[in-house]
Nanobody, 120 residues
Framework: VQLQASGGGVVQAGGSLRLSCVIS????????MGWYRQAPGKERELVAG???????NYAGSVQGRFTISRDNAKNTTYLQMNSLKPDDTAVYYC???????????????WGQGTQVTVSS
């Protein structure tokens, strides 16, 4: 299972970015999907997650500004980020919990990360 994230970049405070993460490979089912971020000197933290049925959850710091969504037909998850702040600057990683076959256990898989930089 491979995850390819894209959409990061440099944006001014108040601007918007949309991250995408395409999941490919041997996949039987993808359960939860999510986005994490890690700023320099800080631990990786959950930004937003979404269940297979489309129920989202958000970190308090992004609630009301970020929206997570998924397209199960395309094995893709998106993170729409609005009203960006300098504190949102970090490397953003996509994550999923998936099973490769009907008999296998579910495992967590990670993408390579995409840099988001918000200038003041």
């Amino acid at each position: 299972v491979q995850l390819q994230a894209s959409g990061g970049g440099v944006v001014q405070a108040g601007g918007s970015l949309r991250l995408s993460c395409v999941i490919s490979g041997r996949i039987f089912v993808i359960n939860g999907m999510g986005w994490y971020r890690q700023a320099p000197g800080k631990e990786r933290e959950l930004v937003a997650g979404i269940t297979r049925d489309g129920i989202p959850n958000y970190a308090g710091s992004v609630q009301g500004r970020f929206t997570i969504s998924r397209d199960n037909a395309k094995n893709t998850t998106y993170l729409q980020m609005n009203s960006l702040k300098p504190d949102d600057t970090a490397v953003y990683y996509c994550n999923c919990r998936a099973k490769e076959t009907t008999h296998s256990s579910a495992f967590d898989y990670w993408g390579q990360g995409t840099q988001v930089t918000v200038s003041s």
